[in-house]
């Protein structure tokens, strides 16, 4: 999978997507460390990835704004969860297809992860 990191994606949450073999793309290396949400969330969809952020602002962007996009994993991450949110990453990541993925807005949380279809 290739991915789009949000800047404010912790280190080690790109160090594991790309020890587990996927691609990632990190804001601060494109020029977008501070650009607006509108402004990453058009990057992702114009280089189809799948943006991966710690912003839920992201939500209200895709179902009440009707943004288009290619796809969002939400992380409700913290320093003391992050070893379970990225469990729960791989998991999702093991268990949806790549369509199901760019067609969902995907909230990861320590325990489990919910899959909301995009409009």
Do not use: W
């Amino acid at each position: 999978m290739k991915f789009f990191s949000d800047h404010d994606v912790y280190g080690q949450t790109v160090r594991h997507l790309l020890a587990c073999g996927h691609e990632v793309v990190r804001a601060q290396d494109v020029g977008l460390a501070q650009a607006k949400d509108s402004e990453i969330i058009a990057y992702a969809l114009a280089h189809e990835l799948l943006l991966v952020t710690r912003d839920k602002d992201f939500g209200a962007l895709v179902f009440q704004h009707n943004v288009l996009c290619s796809g969002i994993i939400f992380l409700r991450i913290e320093p003391h969860t992050q070893d379970q949110v990225h469990e729960q990453l791989m998991r999702a990541l093991a268990e949806l297809d790549e369509e199901t993925l760019r067609r969902s807005f995907i909230v990861i949380e320590a325990n489990h992860y919910r899959v909301r279809q995009l409009p």
